[in-house]
């Protein structure tokens, strides 16, 4: 639950910091890559401290579960903008070229031309994330948030079987783990089109 | 007044002034072929043309309307202009018929449905109805080219510009594009940069021939291939013709 909003929310502000850091004017550009650096030059665990424990001291209280949300979501959105700023730059210029001479503005040369083909090459970076944060969630249990890890220690501390649980909760992140890769892998080749991202069909084992 | 006015055109990359004030002008249903060495300004010239490069100084006129690149009419007017590319710059994630069609789906808020019949028609014309559904990587060079052409021609265009547009393709491919250009001469106007002299020479009304910045000599192919008055003209084509093997 808690990584699939964060991943959501990521992407959103993830797509809008991409976009303002590579198409922005100097300001935009400069606030978004402010942004991405700080997030990103700091620890998730400090982040969610400032949310949960820094904020209700200018008078702002979130409950563990919005601080976590909010913290994961900020967090993951600068590493998946730098995701899809590396895409948006793999696109060869002529793209942009062609849609602007059909009489595309700017932005509409972006959504139909640039981001569909962006969004798309990103799925693989994208899935590596979704995946980083599945197992950051456990991260949040120290911010009173009560998730897997969380109820485990719980557990843990009142039976004393530490092995036999961690060991459960670890089989747990796997499987979570490897259902999530399934359906990228299904939603990577829905998507997917001839000439954009890795080639399909090629393998070099076995050839 | 003319349909196509070019006044005195300037374009300098850092200190490199590549376009050193250029004029013509065109009509409707004219086909002009650009001709020249490499880097000599062409294609920055057409370019400039459709305001993707700004010109430093001078002006473009279409239809009696100025082309100004800042000015917020430049999108409606460059939707009077049709481009095709050396590279093809075709939209990687869109079929064939999808690359035709979006100019007036998403530009002329054309009916879908509509729009993509009018597609449809635009690639029989190329002669690539049974690609319609192929993407871009799926295609050959030749291919790809003349679904540029398709795209183009959708947008109902003034005139089309063609940057080299045979120069990125196998030899044995060069001739379907010349092909449909060929069948496009004197309905649609066309400003065509190439090295195809076969092609200047049958379908050009006239032929430019550009050096370092300037317009050398223009006039009717027959003139300029029998009879240039300038001597880097004469010297320019006698060249070229050595290299592709005419007379």
Redesign the interface.
Known sequence: MLTIVSIVFGLLLGVTLALGKVYGNKIISGICIGYIEIIRGTPLLVQLFILYFGLPSVGVSLSPINAALLGLSLNSGAYQAEYLRGSIQSIESGQMVAARSLGMNKIQSIKNIILPQALRISIPAWSNELIYLLKYTSIAYIIQVEELTAEGKFIAATTFRYLEIFAMIAIIYLLLTIVFTEIIDKVDKKFSIPGIGAAKGIRLRNA | MHMLEVKDVHKSYGKLEVLKGISFTMDKGETKVIIGTSGTGKSTLLRCI?Q?DLPDKGEVWLEGEEIAGRSKSI?????K???V?Q???????LTALRNVS??LE??RGTEKEEARKRASEELKRVGLEEQAKQ????LSGGQKQRVGIA?ALT?DPVIILFDEPTSALDPELIGEVLEVMKGLAGKVSMLVVTHEMGFARNVADEIIFMENGVVVESGPPKQMFTNAKKERTREFLGKIATLYGEE
């Open positions: 459709n993707l999108n409606r007017m460059r939707q202009i049709g481009f590319f590279e093809f710059n075709l939209f990687n994630h979006i100019g998403k530009v993407y871009p990587a799926q795209r947008m």
